[in-house]
C-alpha cells in the first residue's frame, strides 16, 4: 500500500499565524521512495475541503465528482482513497492512498482499518502541531526578548552616568523604561563658562530602532552642543544631520536649554517635545518655543526662548510617558494634573516623587507601565538670592511676562513679591511694593498694550547694592503721556474730575522712586525701592 | 486673580446699614458694590458701614468705586463709615485722602455706633 500522507496547509483554513509560518518553514520533504507522491495543496475554497470536513471516513476519490482543482490533482496523482484526519472537529490533515500493490479494490475491512487508524492518528497529529507551533512560539518571544534586552542596554549606556552638582541647584532625574522599551532620552551636558546643557527626548517607535535612533541623536546634539551657543542653532543642526538617515515614520521630539546656574537663566529651543513647566510663587507655568520634531525635513527653524528660574523656582523636564498613563478606565493622567502637581509639591527630587506616587494611583500598582517614563528636575535655593545683594553691579533676578487680561496685575504683583520678600524689604514697605506693582502693571495693560491678551506686560526685578527695581514694559512707548492730572479727592466728590486716575498717584507715593521711559515702541515704568530704609513706614505688621 | 463678580451682603444694625465687603475691590466689584450700596440706602439709613475685614485686594479702581459711593452719600447726606482695614489699606486712605471723608473705625461696633475711634467724623 503507498501512501501519501501529509498535513495540508492550515492556512487553508484561514488560521494562518507566525508560528504556523514557523511549522512550514521547517517542514521538510517526506523520504522519498520511487512511488510516493508530492503532498497536495488545497485551496480554502475549494469544495473538496468542505466534503473531507463532514465525510465520515474514507473517501473514494475515484468516485468523487467535484468542481475541485484539488480532486482534479489527487485523481492525476493516482489517489484512490482520502481518509480525513479530524481532531475536535476541525480538519487537520487527509491521509491520501494510492492504489493497492495487490492492484485489487480497497476492501470493506481496508477502509474500516483506515478509519480506525485516522481516528487515533488524527489527535496524535494535532497534538505532535500544537508541540511544534508552541515552540516555534517561544523561539519568536525569545528573539524578542533578546531585542528588547539590547534596546535596553543602549539607552541606559546612553544615559548620564551621574548628574552634576551645581552650587545653589538640586538637580534630580527619573528614567523608567516601558517594558517594550521606549524612546526616551535624556542629557547633561557640561558646557564652556560653567553653563549646562540639558535635554529631554522621545524618539517614536520602540525597541531596537528608537534605541539606535536615540543614540544617534544624543551624540550628535553632544557634538552640536559644544560647537554652538544658541539652543535653536544646536537644534537645526541635530534636525540636518538626522534628516538623510531617519528611517521611515520616525521622528524625535527633543527640548534642549542651557542653564546659566549663577543667574538661573535657562535659554531654550523645543523640537515637538511636551512643555516643560516651571514652579513659581504662584503656580505653575509652561514654556513654550515652536519647532517642528526632529528628523522630519530639513530646513526647519527652532525658535528660541529664554525663562529666568528664580530662587525658589524650579524646572520639570517630562516625557509623554508621565500626561498619557491610562487608568482602569482610560483616562489619561493629563497635562492638567501634572501642572498642578507641579504647583502643589515641592520641586526637585520631592517633586519626581510625589508624581510618581500620583502616577501609581492613578494608574494601579498592578497596572504594566505603557511607555517610558522620564522627568528631569532643576530647582534653584530659595536662599540663591542672599549672595546677589549688595555686591557690584545690576543683577537680574527674574523676568516673566504678563498677559494683558483684566485681573492680571495679581500675578505679577504676587511673583514679585515671592521674589523680593527674601531680599529683606519690611513688610509693610513690601505691601506697598506690591500695590505700585499691580498698579503699573494694570496700567500697562490697560494704556500701553489696551487689554490685548497677545501683548503681554514684561516685568523684571533686579538688584543692586541695597536696592530693589521692579521694570514694568508695555508696547505702548508710542502712546501720548498718561494720567497726567493730580487726582483730587474734593474735585472727584464735586464732579469736576473722574473717580478714576489713582493708578500713578498711588505708584508714586508707594515707592521711593519711580521713573518713566519711551523709546516709541516700549514704555517702561522703574519702581525703585531701597532695602535699608526702614524710616518711611513703621512696620504694623500688616496685613492685605 | 479676580474671577468673578462675588455678592456683597447688607445687614441693618442699631439704624446703620453694614455692606460687608467681600474678595477684591476692583472694577468687577463695581456691579455688586453698587447692589449692596443700593439696598443699604433703600431706607435711608444713619450711616452707611463699610466692612472691610473680609475684603481681599483693593487696586486703583476700588478706590474709584468708593469715591462714587462718597459722592453718592454726600448727594443724599449720608454718612459712611469704615472698619476692618489692614494697615496698608488705612495708609492708602489717608494718602488719597479717603479718610478725610470717611470716618475709619476700629470695630463694628464702634462703626456702627459712629464717632467714637473714629479717625475722622
Not at chain 1, 504647583?343 to 508624581?355: F, K, N, Q, S, T
Request: glycine share 8%; with cysteine.
Amino acid at each position: 500500500m503507498t501512501t501519501l500522507a501529509r498535513s495540508f496547509r492550515r492556512r487553508f483554513l484561514g488560521r494562518s499565524t507566525e508560528a504556523d509560518r514557523a511549522v512550514r518553514d521547517t517542514e521538510q520533504p517526506v523520504a522519498t521512495s520511487h512511488d510516493e507522491q508530492a503532498p497536495v495543496d488545497i485551496a480554502p475554497n475549494d469544495p473538496l475541503l468542505a466534503y473531507l470536513q463532514s465525510a465520515s471516513g474514507a473517501v473514494n476519490v475515484e468516485a468523487l465528482a467535484l468542481d475541485s482543482p484539488a480532486l482534479a490533482e489527487l485523481k492525476a496523482a493516482g489517489v484512490k482513497l482520502a481518509v480525513p484526519l479530524v481532531s475536535q472537529g476541525e480538519l487537520i490533515g487527509v491521509l491520501n492512498l494510492g492504489p493497492r500493490r495487490s492492484e485489487q479494490d480497497y476492501s470493506t475491512d481496508d477502509r474500516k482499518l483506515l478509519d480506525n487508524l485516522a481516528a487515533q492518528a488524527a489527535p496524535a497529529l494535532r497534538v505532535g502541531q500544537l508541540v511544534r507551533q508552541q515552540q516555534a512560539e517561544a523561539a519568536t518571544r525569545q528573539r524578542f526578548e533578546q531585542e528588547l534586552e539590547v534596546a535596553r542596554l543602549i539607552q541606559q549606556n546612553f544615559l548620564p552616568k551621574q548628574l552634576p552638582e551645581l552650587a545653589g541647584w538640586q538637580v534630580a532625574a527619573y528614567y523608567r523604561p516601558a517594558r517594550e522599551v521606549g524612546g526616551d532620552f535624556y542629557d547633561v551636558i557640561p558646557l564652556p563658562d560653567d553653563r549646562i546643557g540639558f535635554v529631554i527626548g522621545d524618539v517614536t517607535d520602540k525597541g531596537v530602532p528608537a534605541a539606535l535612533v536615540m543614540a544617534a541623536t544624543r551624540s550628535v546634539l553632544r557634538a552640536s552642543a559644544q560647537r554652538l551657543v544658541d539652543p535653536g542653532a544646536v537644534l537645526e543642526r541635530v534636525n540636518e544631520h538626522l534628516c538623510p538617515d531617519m528611517p521611515e515614520k520616525m521622528f524625535v521630539t527633543c527640548l534642549y536649554g542651557v542653564l546659566e546656574p549663577t543667574t538661573g537663566h535657562f535659554r531654550f529651543a523645543n523640537a515637538g517635545h511636551d512643555l516643560p513647566y516651571v514652579k513659581t510663587a504662584d503656580g505653575s507655568v509652561e514654556l513654550r518655543a515652536r519647532g517642528m520634531p526632529l528628523g522630519l525635513m530639513p530646513g526647519m527653524f527652532y525658535e528660541e526662548k529664554e525663562a529666568v528660574l528664580a530662587p525658589g523656582e524650579s524646572l520639570l523636564l517630562h516625557s509623554d510617558g508621565v500626561v498619557e498613563a491610562h487608568d482602569p478606565e482610560g483616562a489619561m493622567f493629563g497635562f492638567p494634573r501634572l501642572k498642578e502637581a507641579v504647583a502643589r509639591y515641592p520641586g526637585g527630587g520631592e517633586l519626581i516623587d510625589r508624581v510618581l506616587t500620583d502616577l501609581r494611583e492613578h494608574t494601579g500598582t498592578t497596572a504594566e507601565q505603557e511607555d517610558d517614563i522620564t522627568m528631569v528636575t532643576l530647582a534653584r535655593s530659595p536662599s540663591a538670592a542672599h549672595p546677589t545683594i549688595g555686591v557690584g553691579p545690576t543683577h537680574q533676578l527674574v523676568e516673566f511676562e504678563v498677559p494683558s487680561a483684566e485681573g492680571n496685575e495679581r500675578l505679577a504683583l504676587q511673583r514679585v513679591s515671592a521674589i523680593v520678600t527674601p531680599l529683606g524689604l519690611d513688610q509693610a514697605r513690601l505691601k506697598r511694593l506690591e500695590t505700585a506693582v499691580g498698579e503699573a502693571t494694570m496700567n500697562a495693560m490697560e494704556h500701553g498694550n489696551g487689554y490685548r491678551v497677545d501683548q503681554p506686560v514684561t516685568v523684571r526685578v533686579l538688584t543692586e547694592a541695597n536696592l530693589v527695581r521692579v521694570q514694568i514694559t508695555d508696547l505702548g512707548g508710542g502712546a501720548p503721556e498718561r494720567e497726567t492730572e493730580e487726582p483730587d479727592i474734593e474735585a472727584k466728590l464735586a464732579g469736576l474730575q473722574r473717580p478714576r486716575g489713582w493708578g500713578l498717584f498711588l505708584i508714586k507715593n508707594m515707592v521711593d522712586e519711580a521713573h518713566e521711559t519711551s523709546d516709541g515702541a516700549e514704555h517702561t515704568l522703574e519702581l525703585v525701592m531701597h532695602l535699608d530704609d526702614v524710616s518711611a513706614v513703621p512696620d504694623e505688621g500688616g496685613e492685605q | 486673580m479676580t474671577t468673578s463678580d462675588v455678592t456683597m451682603p447688607v445687614r441693618r444694625r442699631d439704624g446703620a446699614a453694614v455692606i460687608d465687603l467681600q474678595g477684591d475691590v476692583n472694577g468687577r466689584a463695581e456691579h455688586s458694590l453698587n447692589a449692596a450700596w443700593e439696598e443699604a440706602t433703600r431706607t435711608t439709613p444713619d450711616a452707611v458701614v463699610l466692612n472691610f475685614e473680609t475684603a481681599g485686594y483693593i487696586n486703583s479702581t476700588g478706590i474709584a468705586l468708593i469715591v462714587g459711593l462718597l459722592a453718592m452719600a454726600r448727594a443724599r447726606g449720608i454718612s459712611i463709615r469704615a472698619y476692618g482695614l489692614t494697615p496698608h489699606y488705612r495708609e492708602i486712605f489717608e494718602i488719597t485722602r479717603l479718610a478725610d471723608f470717611l470716618a475709619i473705625n476700629p470695630d463694628e461696633d464702634s462703626a456702627v455706633r459712629g464717632a467714637e475711634g473714629a479717625t475722622h467724623a
